[in-house]
Each structure stands twice: as structure tokens, then as C-alpha cells.
């Protein structure tokens, strides 16, 4: 085999990057500020099928295929009731009262993947990386990759310099959006990284609240989206509001629907996105018996259509009313072009939109009659008002959401997890 002849190695762990970037696209543009000299890059896509669809200049892809057949995928199965942390994690569901079948079953899952595919990933590393090398384990997510990288870590640092870190967003952190309010190995996963990077200060007092995470351990990177100019949109005699999402149930898509009857001023909703509501959401739409509305449902876009549409046309508000956020990346996107928010108060979201000042926050379970309220506040705000709440969106987001700067603030701290940089 192939032996790499640096002594300081970063291995990404992500999902399906470079074999499918959708849901992991600021991993693809953080990875363009990691260029480091004089360290070996690795990325591991634990998913990863099919062929390659973005290159990666200096990075070597871990191309290990995870297919194999039901007979070894028993015999995985039945190994995982031999390890410890089966039912250490079962003693952790009996004391939160949090048992179930589904929970049984989402737990062995997880444990025979991760188990099975850190020791592949470890078989590769001692045969491709010098021994005595010092390696950064690099987990995007809090999730299946941050527990691979916790036991290779475990199982190689008596041949390795090893540090493990990782990044959580929403759904790899708030176990209370979790289908059965449980994620597996959250103790194991946490008790084995150096650092943990959350994406808002939300996210961190989550982890010490809930983890007893000390507070040196979790340091606030936020992601962000990149500069693509200002278009602070003229207020005219119609509110022209959009929304950007996948169409699903935790979007609460319907509660726009509601409010939307109710209005008595003239307003136009765009909608950018597709998923499973899709059809149930354009009958709520097309059944709105109120002549004060129209509405475009324009279904998914590439990043660079969402880009181009908030260029070439006037909108006024960004709307989301999410059950559940970490920091919408479609609500900095719209921050950047200078729109004023209207949000559910979820997640980091209160962080980068503040009442009065760039949007406005609702409650979770917010009243359709204060959509409808904001809404109108808007509609009659004088448009001196109007035009300093677009740029105080403008401005939150050069000071918290510029992905560039956030960017380049973390690969210098990756950069100082090795020692003697």
C-alpha cells in the first residue's frame, strides 16, 4: 500500500461530499479557505456511492464502499450486541424514559454502522499514514461521522497523535426535533472530541445545558453565505414577501396559507422549493378565497437561480416559520441582499434577526393574527424605516453571516490544532 510521507494529516468526515454536495455546501466552500501546505488532506464521505462530482485539488478522497450483503450485515448486527456501548446507551434510554422500539432500533443502527465502518476507516489509515503522525479528525456534523471519528480515535491513539473535532448544526444537536427525542451516543461522541465548533451561541448553551459541555471545549464558528451585492427593494402598493424551503411539515408552510387569508392589503408570496408537501401546500394556496393575493410557486432552484432571482426582481420580506432551525442559511442569504426578516424565534435564528431592528422574531407557536399583524406593520411602515431595517440586515449580516470572513477565522483555528504550525 501506498504510505504518505507527511507527518501531519486533516481527515474530513462528512456524509456524501464530493459524491453529492446537497445539504453539505458549506463544506464545499469552507473546504476552498483550507489549503494548507505541508499537510496531507483527506475528505471520507461515509455515504458515498456512485462517481465523483466535484474535484478537489489536494485532497485524496477515502473512497470506501459501504455495500455488502445481508449475511454481513447480520453478522455486524449481531456484533453490535456484543459491545458495551449497546447497553450503556440502553441504561441512558431507561433513565430518561426515552425506551422504545424505535429507539432500540435507531440505536442499533447507528452503533453497527459507526462500529463497522471505524474499523475499515482505521484499517486504511495505519496502512496509508506513517505511524507516529499526527492526525486531525475533522467531523462535519455531530452525528454518525463525529462517533467514527471519536472510536478511530480511540482505537489509534497509541500509533497516533490524534485530535478529533467536530462542527453541529440542527438536526445532529437538538435532540428534541429527533424522531424519538434521541440521538445516539451523544456522551460517547462528546466525551471523545477535543473541540466541539456549534454554528450559534443557541448551539452551545444547548451542549452545556444539556451535556454538561465545559464551556472552553465549545467555541461558536458560524457559517455564512458569501457577498453577492445589495438590492434593497423600493416598498410599493403591493408587500412583495418570499420564503425559501423545502416543503415539509417542520417548514409550517400552512401557516403562511392562514395568514395570508386574512389579510386586507395587497401582497404577493413567491415560494422557492419542493418536497413532500408540495401538493398539499398549492391546494391551501389555491384555496385562499382572497383577492388581495397572488402567489408564485417557483419549486426548487440551484443556489445560483436563488442568487440570481433576489438580482433580478423586488421583494420586500423574507419570511420563515420553522418548528425547528439551527441559523437558516436561506435567511442569511436573504440578509445579505438587504430584506427584512420575519422569523419563528428557533434556534440561533434570534441571533443574526432582531426585533425591530433588521425583522421580526414570533414565538414558535405564534398566533396567525401576529403574522398577519407584522405583515401589515410592514405594509404602512414609513419608508425611512423601511430602508434602515434593509440595511441593518445588510449590516448583521457583513458582521455575523459573511461566510468569507467566518471562513478564514476557522481555517485558522484547524490550522493551530496541529502542533508546531
Excluded at 458515498?48 to 485532497?59: F, Q
Excluded at 391546494?283 to 436563488?306: A, C, D, Q, Y
Excluded at 422569523?343 to 407557536?365: M, P, R, S
Excluded at 405594509?379 to 470572513?405: F, H, L, P, Q, T
Aim: hydrophobic share 40%; with cysteine; aromatic share 14%.
Amino acid at each position: 500500500m501506498e504510505i504518505i510521507m507527511g507527518r501531519k494529516s486533516l481527515i474530513y468526515l462528512n456524509m456524501f461530499y464530493p459524491y453529492n454536495s446537497q445539504g453539505e455546501t458549506f463544506l464545499a466552500s469552507e473546504i476552498e479557505y483550507c489549503k494548507f501546505e505541508n499537510i496531507d488532506k483527506f475528505i471520507f464521505p461515509i455515504w458515498a456511492r456512485g462517481k465523483i462530482k466535484a474535484e478537489l485539488p489536494g485532497y485524496k478522497v477515502i473512497n470506501i464502499q459501504t455495500k455488502y450483503n445481508k449475511m454481513k450485515k447480520l453478522l455486524n448486527v449481531l456484533f453490535t450486541f456484543f459491545s458495551p456501548l449497546l447497553y450503556q446507551e440502553i441504561k441512558v434510554l431507561r433513565k430518561s424514559h426515552r425506551i422504545s422500539f424505535h429507539n432500540l432500533k435507531t440505536l442499533i443502527s447507528f452503533l453497527t454502522d459507526g462500529i463497522y465502518l471505524s474499523k475499515i476507516l482505521a484499517k486504511y489509515i495505519k496502512g496509508n499514514i506513517k505511524a507516529n503522525s499526527e492526525i486531525v479528525f475533522y467531523s462535519y456534523w455531530l452525528h454518525l461521522d463525529a462517533f467514527i471519528a471519536a472510536f478511530v480515535g480511540r482505537l489509534l491513539k497509541n500509533k497516533y497523535t490524534i485530535k478529533t473535532i467536530s462542527r453541529c448544526h440542527r438536526f445532529d444537536l437538538y435532540e428534541y426535533a429527533a424522531a424519538g427525542g434521541y440521538i445516539p451516543a451523544r456522551k460517547y461522541i462528546l466525551n471523545g472530541l477535543n473541540y466541539v465548533y456549534p454554528i450559534s451561541n443557541d448551539a452551545k448553551q444547548y451542549l452545556i445545558e444539556n451535556y454538561n459541555l465545559s464551556f472552553e471545549k465549545s467555541i461558536v464558528s458560524r457559517l455564512g453565505t458569501f457577498d453577492n451585492g445589495v438590492n434593497i427593494s423600493p416598498k410599493r402598493n403591493v408587500l412583495k414577501i418570499i420564503s425559501c424551503s423545502w416543503m415539509r411539515k417542520v417548514k409550517r408552510l400552512d401557516l403562511i396559507c392562514k395568514a395570508l387569508e386574512l389579510v386586507d392589503f395587497d401582497i404577493e408570496w413567491t415560494h422557492i422549493g419542493s418536497g413532500e408537501e408540495e401538493s398539499r401546500i398549492y391546494r391551501l394556496i389555491s384555496s385562499i378565497n382572497n383577492p388581495h393575493v397572488t402567489f408564485k410557486l417557483v419549486g426548487s432552484l440551484s443556489n445560483e437561480e436563488v442568487i440570481s432571482t433576489y438580482k433580478d426582481n423586488d421583494y420586500n420580506v423574507f419570511i420563515n416559520v420553522s418548528a425547528s432551525e439551527g441559523v437558516p442559511v436561506s435567511i442569511m442569504e436573504a440578509m445579505s441582499f438587504g430584506k427584512i426578516i420575519i422569523a419563528t424565534d428557533t434556534g440561533g435564528t434570534k441571533e443574526i434577526v432582531k426585533n425591530y431592528e433588521n425583522g421580526y422574531l414570533l414565538e414558535v407557536n405564534f398566533k396567525i393574527d401576529s403574522l398577519v399583524g407584522v405583515l401589515k406593520e410592514i405594509y404602512e411602515m414609513d419608508e425611512i424605516i423601511y430602508k434602515k431595517m434593509c440595511k441593518n440586515s445588510r449590516v448583521i449580516w457583513e458582521e455575523m453571516c459573511n461566510a468569507e470572513k467566518n471562513y478564514i477565522i476557522f481555517s485558522k483555528m484547524l490550522w493551530n490544532l496541529f502542533d508546531n504550525c
